[in-house]
């Protein structure tokens, strides 16, 4: 692993959103510009998510009404998907899993579900040294011509992250996350 960069490392290169907000308009151009994959990494075992009811009902552990909303709040990315898959854009996410399984993971299992009806591919790995040393940030690399890396509280909500826009950053997160997901599994066959 010694040619890997810490994404601790590579914020260092990029510029700082400090409000959510800005930080998530600041996707709109690499979803533009991004013509053949977006890799995505997440690392943390829970997130927060207010506002999202489907979360909060499975918070308060109402895990009927959760599932039963979920559909209806993943179809605010809908447009998104269409967009991607009118381009032939690949959208693949790997994520770290450290067991016993969080209650968060077990909600977001069922959300990745529908995001798999709509074309993207989802792996999942063993927590492990490479999440520990290198990847201590959630990213997305768009192409190879830019990435952003969240930035989140202790909690897991998120408070800003950085745009990374040095292709030779850039090309740090992809090698990154290749080397992951070769030790990854598509999650429908991940042994919880």
């Not at 994404?7 to 959510?20: H, K, L, P, W």
């Not at 890396?149 to 030779?168: F, K, L, P, Q």
Request: proline share 2%.
């Amino acid at each position: 692993m010694g040619n890997l960069i810490s994404t601790s490392s590579i914020v260092a290169n990029g510029e700082y959103f400090s409000d959510a907000s800005e930080f998530f308009q600041a996707f709109d151009d690499p979803f533009e510009k991004c013509r053949c994959q977006i890799l995505k990494l997440e690392t943390r075992q829970t997130y927060r998510e207010p506002g999202n009811a489907s979360y909060e009902a499975m918070l308060r552990g109402d895990l009927d009404l959760s599932l039963q909303l979920l559909p209806e709040i993943r179809k605010e990315d809908d447009e998104l998907y269409d967009f991607l898959r009118q381009k032939k854009v690949d959208f693949i996410r790997c994520r770290s899993v450290i067991r016993p399984l969080s209650e968060y993971l077990k909600w977001e299992i069922e959300s990745y579900k529908l995001n798999e009806t709509k074309g993207e591919r989802i792996y999942f790995s063993d927590h492990s040294e490479l999440f520990v040393s290198y990847a201590q940030h959630d990213f997305m690399a768009f192409d190879r011509f830019g990435a952003m890396i969240h930035d989140y509280d202790e909690a897991g909500e998120i408070r800003g992250g950085w745009t990374i826009r040095d292709s030779e950053m850039v090309d740090q997160l992809i090698m990154l996350f290749s080397v992951i997901k070769a030790s990854s599994v598509d999650y429908s066959m991940f042994e919880l």
